[in-house]
């Protein structure tokens, strides 16, 4: 999965806007947290900087290994692991933990939840993005399932968090013509799905094409609105009280 366009950088353009609204996340919650903070779903590790600035111990788990010189943050350390469960963590530890992209992945997405809540210190605060599915443009085999506001509300309460705060990350105009150039550019491709395949087919058959036409999409909006895709920032993206026109979902749940 390091080398699909599941993972991004800033290494290629191309992946500027998915880049962005990636790193957004962590910008948005860098203003939140403090104190002992576990992040889930370490990446190509777009937030490290930034999170272990900001808190007294950070700890970043991911199941594939990192290329982050770690020993340039003192109170940061990495561990590869799969999860859930999350071995080795005590219970009541953390005061935040945060979570980005990830939780669509994953089989259990309930021991994952119950997981956060077993880490976190009574008060403490878990951090969430995943795609609204509303705003999905077409299947993605990489995720085992996405989620509406309602559904990740719902699971988040019934694995046993007090409350739920729920909040979305929306785009500006910028934002909305990349998405528009994008859905033009997703038809175009999904049209000869006349069998409806790409929800008919097992997801993980499904996995390598789309990760190939998804490359080559994102290739043709650069070329096709390059001024546009270049010039998209974290400062193009903001939060607000979640709806359907959310791009992202960004819960914060409290223990």
Known sequence: MIGTAERVSDHDQTDNYVYQRCLFAYHEAVNRISGRVLEIGTGSGL???????????FITVDKYASDIE??????????????PPFK???DNYFDFVISFQVIEHLEDDSLFVKEILRVLKKGGKAILTTPNRIQSLSRNPWHVREYLGSELEELLLK?????????????????LEYIESNKASIKKITRFDIFNFQYKLPRKLLQIPYDFF?????????KN???VNGSIKVDDFYVGLQNED??????????
């Open 225 to 227: 609105i390059t001024q």
């Open 70 to 83: 770690f020993s340039q943050f003192p109170n940061a350390r990495f561990l590869q692991m799969e999860i």
């Open 214 to 222: 998804n490359r080559m999409n994102r290739k043709m909006i650069a």
């Open 159 to 175: 694995q046993g968090f007090n409350s739920v705060e729920k909040l979305g990350t929306f785009g500006n105009t910028k934002v």
């Open 88 to 90: 080795g963590f005590e």
């Open 246 to 255: 959310s791009l992202d979902l960004f819960f914060i749940a409290t223990k």
């Open 47 to 57: 937030g490290v900087k930034l999170i272990a600035a900001q808190c007294n111990e």
